[in-house]
């Protein structure tokens, strides 16, 4: 029996590649990732931390905590599974982008009474996913309005993935009852170089 600290800083019985790549909207696309069990691991994993709180500095603070805090090898895991497993699908879809690791995955969690909603915002990375790790909770979908998808049907551990910046904007609804927990990736902008 693998146990929570042998999932987190083994990576062990995380991946789950068991659904393809599908589109689901426009310029959007979900395909499993990590297995429940791991995504029961990690929510632990983040819970234990204590550090669930709002960054102050953040433009669209959020109750999270990054992976780097909960482990960093768990971080590097990550990171190299993605660019040797997600990244490639990816470029199946979209040609011209280039991996350049990850900039920062994140476990965020929403409760009645506290963290309720996030409002609509775009991220600042290359390209954006999101991992549902739980279902026990009502509301707080994951929206997007312009493309009129939301993540309600997605199975925990199944990854949506959409471009950053400018044409999806998203909002996490209002939580009606229990605990959503998802993981949200920020995969890194290219390197520009300043002359």
């Keep these: 029996m693998t146990t929570d600290l042998e999932r987190i800083l083994g990576y062990r019985d995380a991946v789950d590649s068991s659904?393809?790549?599908r589109k689901v909207a426009d310029?959007?696309?979900?395909l499993s990732c990590w297995t429940p069990d791991f995504c029961g691991a990690l929510i632990r994993a983040a819970e234990l931390t204590g550090t669930f709180e709002n960054n102050p500095n953040d433009p669209v603070p959020g109750h999270e905590v990054s992976l780097a805090v909960i482990s960093p090898?768990?971080?590097n895991a990550v990171e190299v599974d993605f660019g040797g497993r997600i990244w490639p699908q990816l470029q199946q879809q979209w040609p011209l982008i280039d991996y350049h690791g990850i900039q920062d995955v994140f476990v965020i969690k929403y409760q009645v009474g506290q963290q309720e909603e996030l409002r609509m915002h775009h991220d600042v990375a290359q390209v954006s996913a999101s991992i549902k790790l739980?279902?026990?909770y009502q509301?707080?979908?994951?929206?997007f309005p312009r493309q009129n998808f939301s993540n309600r049907d997605l199975k925990v551990g199944e990854m949506v993935v959409w471009p950053s910046l400018v044409t999806h904007p998203h909002r996490s609804a209002q939580i009606a009852s229990g605990v959503k927990y998802s993981a949200t990736?920020?995969?890194e902008l290219p390197i520009v170089n300043q002359q």
């Design 19 to 21: 659904v393809e790549i």
């Design 27 to 30: 310029e959007m696309f979900a």
């Design 73 to 75: 090898r768990l971080f």
């Design 134 to 136: 739980n279902d026990n």
């Design 139 to 143: 509301g707080a979908e994951l929206e």
């Design 185 to 187: 990736i920020w995969f």
